[in-house]
């Protein structure tokens, strides 16, 4: 299996702050991941597709970068409504793998 | 665009088989597309569970393989997961989605299943 690892795994910020979460692979995935965003009691919804598509509809403060074993998530002015748990997805092999998330919540 | 809904019991005892149905709206489950289970306990992380194509063919996770059957119904445009033996470990928002090449979305809404007595 692809173990999938995010940093860090909570963070506090602040409205306005640029984040940048980090998601590693335990082996090479291309470019086939995604980046979701889960708020409490909700389904996630994906922001990003292949590492570094902006999903329709989504703010373009959202933005991902990577390939292979390293991807970033970046926002690049966090607002009150981006306070959510953020995961990764690898879809490269099965079975598919999840990150085990990062927390942003308010400092 | 496509919407998907699960639907099932909510409580099932232990030992029991846990069932759900995710109903595809806006979009056919014969489309080029896969059909995911993603499961997640709570307070926890996320899970995938497997997937199925319209074909028949399934892919599921090593961790669940012996438990867990996938099975489409092209007539009413909804797969299904079944989950045999379970436990307390299986209590979990069960989600629907779809998936392609380019990863899984849109999700279904999520839904509670308690494994107790």
């Known amino acids: 299996d692809i173990q999938m690892t995010q940093s860090p795994s909570s963070l506090s910020a602040s409205v306005g702050d640029r984040v940048t979460i980090t998601c590693r692979a335990s082996?090479?995935?291309?470019?086939?991941l995604g980046w979701y965003q889960q708020k409490p009691g909700k389904a996630p919804k994906r922001l990003i597709y292949a590492a570094s598509s902006l999903q329709s509809g989504v703010p373009s403060r959202f933005s991902g970068s990577g390939s292979g074993t390293e991807f970033t998530l970046t926002i690049s002015s966090l607002q009150p409504e981006d306070f959510a748990t953020y995961y990764c997805l690898q879809h490269n092999s099965y079975p598919r793998t999840f990150g085990p998330g990062t927390k942003v919540d308010i400092k | 665009q496509v919407q998907l809904q699960e639907s099932g019991p909510g409580l099932v005892k232990p030992s029991g088989t846990l069932s759900l149905t995710c109903a595809v709206s806006?979009?056919?489950?014969?489309?080029?597309?896969?059909w995911s289970w993603v499961r997640q306990p709570p307070g926890k992380g996320l899970e995938w569970i497997g997937e199925i194509y319209h074909s028949g063919s399934t892919n599921y996770n090593p961790s669940l393989k012996s438990r867990v059957t996938i099975s489409v119904d092209k007539s009413k445009n909804q797969f299904s997961l079944k989950l045999s033996s379970v436990t307390a470990a299986d209590t979990a928002v069960y989600y629907c989605?779809?998936?392609?090449?380019?990863?899984?979305?849109?999700w279904g809404q999520g839904t509670l299943v308690t494994v107790s007595s």
């Open positions: 082996q090479g995935i291309r470019n086939d």
């Open positions: 989605a779809r998936s392609s090449v380019a990863g899984t979305n849109p």
């Open positions: 806006g979009g056919s489950i014969s489309s080029s597309n896969w």
